[in-house]
């Protein structure tokens, strides 16, 4: 029996880390949005969710049998992820077909069309997300009626708005500052009882996945914290109020799950604060001065594009290599 013996250079560094383990990690850390968002939304959530998993997976199999012809590889879970992401991007009453549409696109452009796992450019569901929004605007910007505003019902919005089904990012930029955290549910945003896209809702949940994926060392610190911080420094300097910014959109969702995405995201430690610094910026700027009130997908593929460049000006050291000593 003949066997293959594949020798890489030294030095040779073991560790229980695969790509495996870390993509079932990642969803391991999104089942509790997940459960927020079937809890606020129901079963138009759910059914959004396995159309787009399934989806993701049926193209990722077609292309690597009969495009690629190479070993399946569907057991890793990026399609999943990419599949959950995706869902996760989208109203849960975008109509079925729509949302099998953008899984499609998401893998069979955004992933398989580069070569598969580890080639691809651009953040694969966030492809997807930004060809539904252009393709179908209309329908990736109507939202469930009868789902909590976020609002008390001072501000004018009832606590159920069930007649605009407005998101409260939405409403928070149509009120040109007129909507502070005084008229604002903060419970209602932590705990994912307002409306939005699957992932905008639940802070504290997303907040959980995080904390899953820095114990687990699936991810670092440095891009969810710089974005973040970024967004609340220039949603202050534009005279905005930081924690609405933060809480009321997708932020925290692309921060902790999209931004992080190894594939798309600089290698050093120094190159990703730049990264996630950029994207919180881009993101306050689309947010005051854009017509569309989100601005986290465009921001983190800006920024996936100019991840090559980081990489080039920003290397990573040398293994074995120290620091150049000063001259005395």
């Known amino acids: 029996m003949e066997t293959k013996l594949t020798v890489s250079l030294s030095p040779h560094i073991h560790s229980h880390n695969s790509i495996d383990r870390c993509m079932w990690n990642v969803i391991i850390a999104m089942i509790p949005a997940l459960a927020v968002a079937l809890w606020t939304f129901g079963v138009p959530a759910l059914w959004t969710v396995l159309v787009c998993v399934g989806g993701c997976l049926l193209t990722e ?11 399946l590889t569907l057991l890793n ?19 079925w077909w729509m949302a099998l549409i953008g899984a499609i696109v998401a893998i069979g452009i955004g992933k398989m069309s580069f070569g598969g ?11 997807g997300r930004v060809f539904l929004l252009i393709s179908f605007p209309a329908a990736m910007t109507t939202w469930p009626t009868g789902v909590a505003s976020g609002l008390t019902p001072t501000t004018g919005a009832s606590s159920t708005d069930a007649s605009t089904g407005a998101t409260l990012l939405a409403t928070l930029n149509g009120s040109n500052g007129e909507i502070g955290m ?60 930081p924690l609405l910014d933060i809480f009321a959109g997708g932020l925290l969702l692309g921060a902790v799950f999209m931004a992080t995405d190894y594939v798309t995201s600089p290698m050093t430690r120094q190159g ?24 986290v997908s465009f921001a983190i593929l800006l920024m996936n594009s100019f991840t090559p460049l980081i990489n080039r000006y920003c290397h990573p050291r040398l293994f074995g290599r120290r620091k150049k000593q000063r001259a005395a």
Not at 78 to 85: F, P, Q
Not at 200 to 209: F, P
Not at 210 to 232: D, N, R
């Open 61 to 71: 199999w077609i292309v690597e049998k009969f495009m690629f012809r190479r070993r």
């Open 77 to 95: 879970g990026s399609a999943i992820i990419t599949g959950m992401l995706l869902a996760f991007n989208l109203p849960s009453i975008l109509p």
């Open 117 to 127: 796992l580890g080639c691809n450019i651009w953040n694969p569901a966030l492809v």
């Open 182 to 241: 005084d008229s604002v549910e903060f419970m209602d945003m932590a705990i994912g009882h307002m409306n939005g896209s699957l992932g905008e809702v639940g802070s504290i949940a997303i907040l959980i996945g995080l904390a899953y994926l820095l114990i687990t060392k699936v991810i670092t610190w440095h891009i969810p914290v710089s974005m973040i911080a970024s967004a609340a420094l220039f949603s202050w300097a534009f005279g905005g109020n």
């Open 272 to 295: 990703q604060l730049i990264y996630g610094f950029m994207i919180g910026f881009i993101t306050i700027v689309i947010r005051r001065y854009g017509s569309y009130p989100e601005g």
